[in-house]
């Protein structure tokens, strides 16, 4: 992950502004520790701090057209560049960078190029034959991006929140899928799938087809040209990542960096359900693995540090954060600069346990829509910032726009949860990977139950930061939280706790807004209660209260599932 920051029109152009803008972009300095750039033109200035991933030797930025009048700043991985490229064969490319295409495009295209990325990126790009500019972010949000107002009239974007929130009084999380156009004079959203009008898809469910999407999105995050890993918590979704990379990394030209083993890491306290089953997985495979330990305290120590670097509040994503910031630590010690993980197949296929009391279909692909429409302000931003935070770049193969249009498009009837036909959560996923012949994963991996990341990595974690957050937070502090924080009002101690943390660093009305609104609960508790009123008594967002289905409750379910035939489980 790169670190961007661009301001434009600027009334002051000084010196002084320039050491401002420099001063402003070394907050960014974790997410690009390989090099920095500034380019100033007039009024407006695009700074960048590289990770380098493809092309180390010659891809800094800011990267510029042939006659050095389009100027761009880019956090991004572009997956299709040689493809675009192959269509730009009129233009001269300066280096190797995958981001480059960006520049050439926009001359080509003009705004209506964006579409044509296929990848994650967040960018700014400057045309100084007008001193006109754009600024776009990827589909789903999974990189970063602010925007924000200076007192002067000038426009601010910057990759994370720290960067601009301290000269901007007005600020905000850039939408996903969205372009800024200062032609237009504002957003619009240039994603446009047909799932998302959350109209109900009809397409019958295609094992193979999805099977195959699948493998080739994770094939072109393969593309690096650095060591890369894989996030491996013994859960169905890494599982997956970490299996299907496994084959085809003598294909990757990354192959070379490591060897021709798959390099794995999990975290966890002592004993925890991850480690226990990233290790079976791991030895499956037969990667290199990793097993990475942390104690409660350690976490606890962390805390501070976590809340300034993910810039958020939120519960859930706190408590899943901490243990991934500090991973991604003895990741980078150990050499590695990008990792694969899981994000996302949760909300694509209705994976968390309260979709087990999901009425209807419909529903539930409403409930599928609104989740992935959010994933930006919770796992892509615990799993772009933890990483980030150290140099690290997370790539999240289920988020692929072309998967996710084939996962979306599909009758949504396939992925209710049917004990009755032997169905648990994520089931097309699974079966999809059900392979007798070839297996991807042991059977009890592939049908293994649904953890919360932060339950999964042992649970006295989080009874650890109850513990601790009920010392830091007295009974008539939360009694006055209303008056304290009348937005978005903190219901427990542990949420009073990491809200106080945040104010700390970010003590502005417009910090606190970028922050989901609602109690200090998972952002499906409102769902959930809906479909089962059950829900109401428990305010802890943990997948552990998760409505009685987790645990035992499906084990006969899932033995069942292992010695059905395929003709059984396709019955719909």
Known sequence: MCGILAVLGCVDNSQGKRARIIELSRRLRHRGPDWSGLHCHGDCYLAHQRLAIVDPTSGDQPLYNEDRTVIVTVNGEIYNHKQLRQQLKSHQFRTGSDCEVIAHLYEEHGEDFVDMLDGIFAFVLLDTRDNSFIAARDAIGVNSLYLGWGHDGSTWFASEMKALSDDCERFISFPPGHIYSSKQGGLRRWYNPPWYSEHIPSTPYDPMMLCEAFERAVLKRMMTDVPFGVLLSGGLDSSLVAAVANRYLAESAAAHQWGSQLHTFCIGLEGSPDLKAAKEVADYLGTRHYELHFTVQEGIDALEEVIYHIETYDVTTVRASTPMFLMSRKIKALGVKMVLSGEGSDEIFGGYLYFHKAPNKEELHEETCRKIKALHLYDCLRANKSTAAWGVEARVPFLDKEFINIAMSMDPEWKMIRPDLGRIEKWVLRNAFDDDKNPYLPKHILYRQKEQFSDGVGYSWIDGLKDHTNKQVTDAMLMQANFIYPENTPTTKEAYHYRTIFEKFFPKNAARSTVPGGPSVA???????????????????????????????????????WNSKPSQIFTL
């Open 523 to 561: 952002c499906s508790t409102a769902k959930a209660v809906e479909w089962d009123a059950a829900w109401s008594k428990n305010l802890d967002p943990s997948g552990r209260a998760a409505i009685g289905v987790h645990a035992a409750a499906y084990e006969d379910e899932r033995s069942s599932i």
